[in-house]
């Protein structure tokens, strides 16, 4: 054996076999490094799947139990549970509220009397009661009707029968045979409202193929007075006292029910500000005024409110000087009403009132206008109660003691 201890001198030349090694090594790394690579797009999960198994072996087993008998993950839809209180209360609450249709007869020249749709509305089950269903709608949902169907949450449609309705609380009560799976809404209480809490409206906007309609907004404002013509002639006739609410509400929503988060009843939905400008302003009525009207209807059949029997108008739609010369009032006079007719045979007519005399107060409480006085006998006297007016005829002021009686 011979060593090369001369370092100065030149080494020998690699050998051929390690020339070849280098030649296929590169080559077989640069494959490895592309096939992952590829594998990698192809099936980019590939690492996330693998390191699941390393970090939750349990979930690995209980994955294959799963799919052993449906073939995989990827043929089974995905499920998730939606259900929330909200949608719980809603589902309870959606049975009470009905739909409601107008008939009205149409008697055509030379044929028989057909029954037409004249309408559509929304009614809410409040009580169920010795074989009966009493259900609170709307006074201009069934205005006019000649007969009244109602089409409960299953479809079916049902007679009823109108016990009473009243213009002035926009309120009708219905009754009809009770079915055993009728329920009535459990009714809250519109007292202790707040502004901003969360307030859902449920009825059938548009008719009945929109039926259990549910839209959910906020309690917009409490006490809102909203001027109602009744006969259309540009002037107010009365104030109506509502719930002003966001959730939307459409034609076909009046008489439906307005709820809070806990399912109860706390108004009666009955109209909105139609008009291109204006979007989320509803009203309904609120349950704590409903509920006397409502048990008055099932007793008699309609409202019994005091009457003056006068026919009245403001004076504030005459002009100025029909206050000073027709009328003689004073300067100091700055609204009342004015009788244009008497009853006759009626507490005013018996009190000795006159046309053209000028209510300026009952009981002391000022008149301005002819909503003033409805709300002073409809809200504050009864039948048979007294009540002190005073009135101005020929420019004196004058006082008239009158017994009030039904109108």
């Known amino acids: 054996m011979e060593y090369n201890d001369q370092p100065n001198q030149p080494q020998p030349e690699p050998k051929p076999d390690k020339e070849n090694k280098r ?26 799947r693998e390191n699941a198994e390393q970090i939750s072996p349990a979930a690995e087993d209980e994955t294959n ?31 009470a509220v009905v739909g409601i249709t107008n008939i009205q007869q149409n008697v055509s020249w030379g044929a028989g009397a057909d029954g037409i749709e004249a309408g559509t509305g929304s009614g809410v089950i409040y009580k169920v009661e010795d074989d009966e269903t009493y259900i609170v709608t709307n006074h201009h949902v069934i205005e006019n009707a000649d007969a009244v169907e109602v089409i409960m949450h299953d479809e079916t449609h049902l007679e009823a029968e ?10 009708a009560v219905l009754k009809m045979e009770s079915r055993n ?16 809490e969360p307030a859902i409206a449920i009825g059938n906007p548009l008719g009945a193929y929109l039926s259990s309609t549910v839209t959910q907004g906020v309690i917009s404002g409490m006490e809102r007075t909203i001027p109602m013509d ?11 006292e509502v719930i002003q609410t966001d959730a939307a509400i459409n034609p076909g929503n009046s008489g439906g029910a307005l709820i809070n988060l806990y399912g109860q009843l706390i ?12 979007e989320g302003i509803g009203f309904a009525i609120p349950i704590d005024s409903a509920i006397p009207v409502i048990q008055e209807l099932e007793e008699n059949g309609e409202v019994v409110r005091p009457y003056l029997g006068v026919e009245i108008y403001s004076i504030e739609e005459l002009p100025q000087y029909e206050w000073r010369n027709t009328l003689q009032l004073p300067v100091e006079v700055e609204g009342g009403v004015y009788v244009w007719s008497v009853e006759n045979l009626s507490p005013a007519d018996k009190a000795g009132m006159e046309q053209y005399d000028v209510i300026v107060a009952l009981d002391g409480v000022p008149v301005h206008n002819t909503i003033d006085l409805r709300k002073i006998l409809y809200e504050d006297k ?6 002190t007016v005073d009135y101005y005829r020929d420019g004196e002021l004058n006082q008239a003691e009158i017994e009030l009686e039904v109108q």
Do not use: C, R, Y
């Open 65 to 95: 139990e799963n799919t052993s008998d449906s073939g995989g993950l990827e043929d089974q839809p995905l499920q998730v549970d939606v259900s929330t209180q909200l949608t719980d209360i809603i589902e309870q609450v959606t049975p």
């Open 230 to 240: 009744f006969n259309f002639d540009g002037q107010p006739d009365w104030q109506a």
């Open 382 to 387: 009864e039948v048979g109660d007294s009540v």
């Open 267 to 278: 108004g009666i939905n009955s109209m909105k500000i139609n008009e291109e400008a204006v």
């Open 23 to 48: 030649k296929w090594l590169v080559p077989l790394l640069s494959g490895i490094i592309i096939g992952g690579i590829l594998v990698l797009l192809i099936n980019p999960d590939f690492l996330h």
């Open 181 to 196: 799976e009728d329920k009535a809404i459990e009714i809250g209480t519109s007292e202790s409202l707040k502004v901003g």
């Open 162 to 171: 109108l016990i009473g309705s009243d213009l002035f609380t926009d309120l």
